[in-house]
C-alpha cells in the first residue's frame, strides 16, 4: 500500500473517530444534543462520501462521479469548522486551553483536510484526462478557464490538447501535498504534543497548563515570594497534560469522558445477564446531571446522590499518582534538570493499582 493511501485511509479513520464522539455526545449532552445530532449527521455525510469515492476509485467508476462524492466531501468538511469551533468553547473547561490547541483543533486539523480532499479531486481530474489522452491521443482536449468578470465564476473560455507531461507532473504533486495535509490532519486530531511528549516535556506543558489555568497554589506556610510550589491535590479536576497518563486514562467519568479526579460508581448499571457494570462518574458532574435529572444517565434507572457507590480504592490511587506528578513537577520548577531520565509507568504503586481493580473488576 502506498503513503499516499495509508494518509488518506488514517483521515477517513480520524473523521470516523470524531463522528462516534459526536455521536457520544448527543446521548450524553442533553443541553446541547440537537447540535451534536447535527454535527453527527455531518460528519457521518463526511465519512460517507469519503469512503464512496475510494470505493469508487477501486471500481474505476466514471471520474466525473467521484468528483461530486469529493465535492460533497469539501462541502461538509467547511460545515465542521463551525462545530469544532462550538465544541471547543464547550470543553473549555476539560480541553488544555493553550492557544496553540485551539488552532491544532479548530483550524489546523480541518483546513488540513480541506487541503487533502481538494487535492484528490485534482488527482481524480488529472487522471482523468490521461486516460483520455491514452485513448484519443493528441485528439484529447481539456477545458481552459477563465473568471467571468460579472458573476466571478470560472467559466469555459477555450479548449487545449491535453499534456500528459503536464498531468503527470501535477498528479505528483498534488499527491505530495495530499500526503503532507493528511498527515497534519491526522496528528492535529490526534494532538501533535502527545505524540512528541517526553517526561520533561510534560511538565513543561503541566506548568503552562497550571500557569494559564491559574492553578499554581502556595503550600501552607509558603511566602508570597516563593509561588513555585504546587499543590495538584487541590485541582478539583486531572489537569489536561496528564489526562493520557497511564492510569488517569483507564478511569474516566461517562459523562465528560475525562479523567476522574473525584470518582464514584453508578449502582444502576448491569449487563444482559443483569451483573453489575462498573459506570464511574466525576463527583460534580454526576452532582450537577442528578439536580436536574432522578435517573442514571447511562441506565436511565432511577437514581439519587445518596445511592452512589463511593470508590475509596481508586480515590487513594488517583491521588498517589498526582503526589508523584506534583513531586516531578515541583522538582522541574527548582530546576533539578537530572531528575527526568525515568519511565512515568514505573512509578505506579502495585497495591494502590491492585486494590482499584479489585474495586472495579473491568
Not at 451534536?36 to 476509485?57: E, T, Y
Not at 500526503?179 to 486530531?189: C, E, F, Y
Not at 513531586?327 to 537530572?338: Q, V
Amino acid at each position: 500500500m502506498s503513503l499516499t493511501a495509508v494518509t488518506s485511509t488514517a483521515v477517513a479513520i480520524c473523521d470516523g473517530i470524531k463522528l462516534l464522539e459526536s455521536i457520544g455526545k448527543s446521548f450524553n449532552d442533553e443541553d446541547h444534543r440537537w447540535q451534536h445530532i447535527f454535527s453527527s449527521v455531518n460528519r457521518l455525510a463526511m465519512l460517507s462520501l469519503n469512503v464512496g469515492s475510494k470505493v469508487g476509485k477501486v471500481k474505476n467508476i466514471d471520474p466525473d462521479k467521484i468528483n461530486i462524492f469529493k465535492t460533497g466531501e469539501f462541502l461538509t468538511r467547511m460545515a465542521d469548522i463551525p462545530f469544532r469551533f462550538v465544541e471547543f468553547f464547550q470543553d473549555y473547561e476539560h480541553e488544555d486551553p493553550s492557544l496553540f490547541r485551539f488552532y491544532e483543533k479548530t483550524i489546523i486539523a480541518p483546513f488540513s483536510g480541506i487541503i487533502a480532499n481538494v487535492c484528490e479531486m485534482v488527482i481524480t481530474d488529472e487522471e482523468k484526462y490521461l486516460k483520455e489522452y491514452e485513448e484519443k491521443g493528441e485528439e484529447a482536449k481539456r477545458p481552459i478557464y477563465e473568471e467571468d468578470p460579472d458573476t466571478e465564476l470560472r467559466k469555459i473560455v477555450d479548449y487545449k490538447s491535453v499534456d500528459p507531461k503536464e498531468c503527470k507532473e501535477t498528479i505528483d504533486s498534488a499527491r505530495e501535498i495530499q500526503k503532507i495535509a493528511s498527515t497534519i490532519k491526522v496528528t492535529s486530531d490526534a494532538g501533535i504534543k502527545n505524540i512528541i511528549s517526553t517526561p520533561k516535556k510534560l511538565y513543561e506543558e503541566l506548568h503552562t497548563y497550571l500557569r494559564f489555568r491559574n492553578s499554581l497554589k502556595l503550600r501552607d506556610g509558603d511566602s508570597e515570594s516563593d509561588s513555585k510550589t504546587v499543590d495538584l491535590l487541590s485541582s478539583e479536576m486531572i489537569p489536561m497534560p496528564l489526562q493520557d497518563d497511564s492510569i488517569f486514562k483507564v478511569w474516566t467519568c461517562a459523562i465528560t469522558h475525562m479523567s476522574v479526579r473525584d470518582p464514584v460508581g453508578d449502582p444502576t448499571t448491569k449487563d444482559r445477564a443483569g451483573r453489575p457494570v462498573v459506570i464511574l462518574y466525576e463527583r460534580r458532574f454526576i452532582y450537577r446531571w442528578l439536580s436536574a435529572h432522578p435517573t442514571s444517565p447511562i441506565s436511565r434507572q432511577p437514581l439519587s446522590r445518596t445511592a452512589l457507590i463511593e470508590k475509596p480504592a481508586l480515590k487513594s490511587l488517583i491521588e498517589n499518582r498526582l503526589r508523584f506528578h506534583e513531586k516531578r513537577l515541583n522538582d522541574y520548577l527548582a530546576g533539578e534538570e537530572g531528575g527526568f531520565n525515568f519511565e512515568l509507568d514505573a512509578a505506579i504503586d502495585p497495591i494502590l493499582l491492585a486494590n482499584a481493580d479489585v474495586e472495579n473488576p473491568s
